[in-house]
């Protein structure tokens, strides 16, 4: 579990495609704290860590494997060396819960319609995939790449989020343009109330 608390922007370093896809990515994390098969929520995918290190510039590497079924239902099919990509480790015991529960689990990919400056915000729209409209509410939660944001409004398919200029430079969203695709994972209470409702 997670929260949607951005704690790295780690980066690609390298993709290996034989069999399942193994991404080796470089992060700020003490990876000595990181023991193997720990979880890492990157860009809201939650992974396992079969491998890690230090490199000599002194950042930790950790690497991970996802199957085709993950490369299909997220955007991690078009990682590529260089990608940037939004890390968080797994929930602990005791630990603040500051942004909303997060499973790691991704729905769907949602595709950035407009940006446009809001103040010192940005206020970004996106468009999520028409089965996943109905869990998107105004007012509640969602994880966008794993981030944790407040839905301003909804339209159809399609919803507002206000970005302020912290999580702009915590997260990738400070770099996301029209056209972009980001994760989705809906809220999991509003599926649940969607299921007992006899929505689902």
């Known amino acids: 579990m997670f929260t949607g608390i951005i704690t790295d922007v780690g980066r690609v370093r390298a993709v290996e495609r034989q069999g399942d896809t193994r991404f080796t990515v470089e992060t700020a994390f003490d990876?000595?704290?990181v023991p193997i098969g720990a979880s890492i929520a990157n860009n809201g995918v939650?992974?396992?860590?079969?491998?890690k290190g230090v490199l000599d510039n002194g950042l930790?590497?950790?690497a991970v494997q996802a199957s085709a079924e993950t490369l299909s239902k997220t955007t991690l099919?078009?990682?590529?060396?260089?990608?940037?990509v939004n890390l968080e480790r797994a929930l602990k015991v005791g630990d603040e819960l500051g942004g909303h529960i997060v499973s790691g689990h991704v729905d769907g990919v949602a595709s950035v319609v407009d940006v446009r400056p809001d103040g010192e915000s940005k206020r970004f729209t996106f468009e999520a995939p028409a089965t996943?409209?109905?869990?998107?509410?105004?007012k509640g939660s969602v994880a966008l790449d794993g981030v944790s944001?407040?839905?301003n409004e909804v339209d159809g398919a399609r919803f507002g989020v206000?970005?302020?200029p912290h999580t702009q430079d915590a997260t990738t969203f400070?770099?996301?343009k029209a056209g972009d695709r980001v994760n989705l994972e809906i809220d999991m209470l509003a599926r649940y109330v969607a299921r007992l409702a006899g929505q689902e």
């Open 149 to 151: 944001l407040t839905v």
């Open 31 to 33: 990876t000595e704290t």
């Open 162 to 164: 206000n970005i302020i």
């Open 174 to 176: 400070g770099t996301l």
């Open 46 to 51: 939650c992974l396992t860590v079969v491998e």
């Open 132 to 138: 996943l409209a109905k869990y998107v509410a105004s």
């Open 60 to 62: 930790g590497w950790f």
């Open 77 to 84: 099919g078009g990682w590529a060396e260089g990608t940037r």
